[in-house]
């Protein structure tokens, strides 16, 4: 089964999910977060999900 694939049944089986926290390691080993709604999770599995460019500097 595909990340994808994964995904599409795991919002399938969980439609009360809303929101998800993302994280993600800056440049310099900080943690970040983010927010994302439930339409905009499958960019950050396809790697089309764009972060801020202050998240590469500290």
Known sequence: MTAS???DQFLHDNPDIEMFE???HD???IQR????PRDQIAKVF???YKMPQTYLFS
Do not use: S
């Not at 977060?33 to 994302?36: E, F, P």
């Open 5 to 7: 694939e994964t995904l």
């Open 22 to 24: 993302v994280l993600l």
């Open 27 to 29: 440049l310099n080993g």
């Open 33 to 36: 977060g983010k927010w994302l």
């Open 46 to 48: 396809k790697g089309d």
